[in-house]
Each structure stands twice: as structure tokens, then as C-alpha cells.
């Protein structure tokens, strides 16, 4: 007999946050009696500081260290022991592929001795589904999921099932917090310093581009963004030797209202679109991954869909950046319907949603990037 998980471990280490969660669902009462009894989230920022930007072997070397520790904190949080978990679902892609076989390789040593089902997950499915893992929320629902790596319009029909209506072609929104923050002098991760100073800023001071912001779809373009605000910072040190702190308050606003502003018309592109295939009274539009956590683009794209007569959903902050209770929350509902093979549990650094989609950052030996 098929043996039902109650409580499930969920382990993230896709990139450099080490993260262990423990989910209890009720398994009498399908899909449904979630609870979140711990999230431990333990951040490398501090190894990468001094870099500006993530470093795939230290990133790897602290994931091993770290996530016995992070899961035994887990446990203790929310008050149980590693024998009565019965499920154990962990990232298996897309990501770094250090971290992701330190993952792997501790879920299945777990797994092993406690003789309980191991499921792999992908990282982006569980930013896509996280919004259920809190809201009632019902499929389809249109998604933005916008992270430091990635950056994509999808439509999500099912807990396996996605519709790409448009991605970045290059960078990803995150990736250009993090570099125009680390040209500015401020501190990593980007996202948080950029957002502080912005609110001290003149949005309006600077005129950066909005590439792609007049074609009439749900692709985008950030590198030359990123490339024109860099001009600008050297520019003003060149003429008058450094940066004052107006200076950087007005870049950093200027340039999140550029970002926002590409979200704003992108996410108006996608909305039409999803509502011209389903046609459905109720529409949810759901901004999900890291930059989620950005109150002004959240505020912004909240009011995009009521706008336009769309259900908007976020998820808090705590689980808008990488975690585990996402990747639990997937396993479960996955363990529950029997949708995995043991092939999920291969490490993929690339793993694309919708897999129908023609590729939007090229094709390398290890499969499509996005």
C-alpha cells in the first residue's frame, strides 16, 4: 500500500540560500489543510559580499555544510523529529549545479535511512504555485515570476502543466539590482539597498530606457538598462568626481521606475492575452520571486490588475525570496496525485516550465535556458 505522507521536509539550494521547511497537510482532505510548521532560510550574503554576485563553488561548499543544521532547526521549530517525516521533497532544478547535488545527495541519504519517498522538484514551478500554498486560488492563473535569474509571463494551468506567454531575452531584473547596486557602492543583495534608496529619490531626475516597452507582447529586455544606467554613474563621477547621496537615491529611483514601468505595460500585454483564451468571470494575476518582495513594483502591478478587473496575489515576503516551504508545499500536492518520476531527482541546471516553448536565452548542452 502506497504510503501517504503527513508531514514533508522540503530542502532549497538551488542557488545560495540554504532552506529547510517542514509541512504538515492533512492527508484525508485532498490538495487541501496545508500548514506551514517551520521556514529556516539561512542566506550567504555575507560569503558573497565581497564579490557582488553569487560564487557557484563557495555557494556549493556552504549548502553542504549547512543544510544538516538547517534542517535539524527546522525540526526543532516545528516541534517534531526526523522519524516522522514521511515525505522529502527537495530542488532539483533549475539552478547552480553545485548546490542542487548538495541538495540532492542530502535528501537522498535522508530518504534512505528513513525509508520514506524522495520527490525533485523544480525551483520555478514552486515560486509558480507558492500563491496556493497561502491564497485559494484557482487554476489557470496569469503569473509573473521575476527573480534575481529569472524573469517570465506564464500561465499556469495545473500543477504541472505552464504556458509561457513571454520572458526576458536577456537579463533578469534581479541580476541588474544586484549589478547597479554593486556600481553605486551599495551593499548585496541589490534588491533591498535599491529599494531603500529609492525612496529618497527623484524618480523623474533621470530618463533611462524602457527597452521593448512599445512591442505589443510579454517579452522583455533589461541588459540595456543596466548598460545605460552604468553610463550614467560614470559619467557624474567624471564630471565631478564621485557620487553624492542625491545622486544615488535619484539613480536608484529612476532606475526601479524604469523597471517598474516595463512590468506595468508587459503585464498589461499578458492580461489581455490570458483573458482572450479563456474568457473566465474570475481572472487571478499572481507576482511571485524575489523582486516580488519589492513594495512599489507590488503595489504597482496590484493596481494593473484591478485595473483590469484581475484577483491579485502575492505571497509574504518571507516566501516571495527562495525557500522550502514552497518546494514542500509542491512535493505534497505532487505525492499526492503520483505526478513524479525518478528522473525529477537528476540535477538540472537548466529546467524550463513550459517545455512546448521556443527558447528565449539560446539552447547549451545541458537544454534550454528559459
Known sequence: MKKIASLVLGLESSCDDT???????????????????????????????????????????????????????????????????????????????????????????????????????NHLAAHCLSVKMIHNIDFPYLTLLASGGHCQFLIVEGFDKFLRLGSTIDDAPGECFDKIAASLGLGYPGGPEIEKHSLKGNKNRFSFPKPMIDKMDSNMSFSGLKTAVKRKIDEIVKVQGGLYPKDINDICASFQNSIIEIFRKKSESAINVFKSYYGLEKNYYALVGGVAANKKIRKTLEKVASNNKFEFFSVPQKFCTDNAAMVAYLGSQKFITGNYTKEDLIPKPRWPLDINAKPMLGFGKRGAKA
Request: charged share 20%; with cysteine; glycine share 10%.
Open 19 to 121: 532552506a529547510a521547511a517542514i509541512l504538515r497537510y492533512n492527508k484525508n482532505d485532498n490538495l487541501c489543510g496545508i500548514e506551514i510548521l517551520s521556514s529556516i532560510v539561512l542566506d550567504q550574503n555575507s560569503l558573497h559580499q565581497a564579490f557582488r554576485g553569487v560564487v557557484p563553488e563557495i555557494a556549493a561548499r556552504a549548502h553542504s555544510e549547512r543544510l544538516d543544521f538547517c534542517t535539524k532547526k527546522a525540526l526543532t521549530e516545528a516541534g517534531t523529529d526526523i522519524e516522522d517525516i514521511s515525505l522529502i521533497s527537495v530542488s532539483a532544478g533549475p539552478g547552480l549545479i553545485g548546490g542542487l547535488l548538495s541538495g540532492i545527495m542530502f535528501a537522498k541519504g535522508l530518504a534512505k535511512g528513513l525509508e520514506c519517498p524522495v520527490l525533485g522538484i
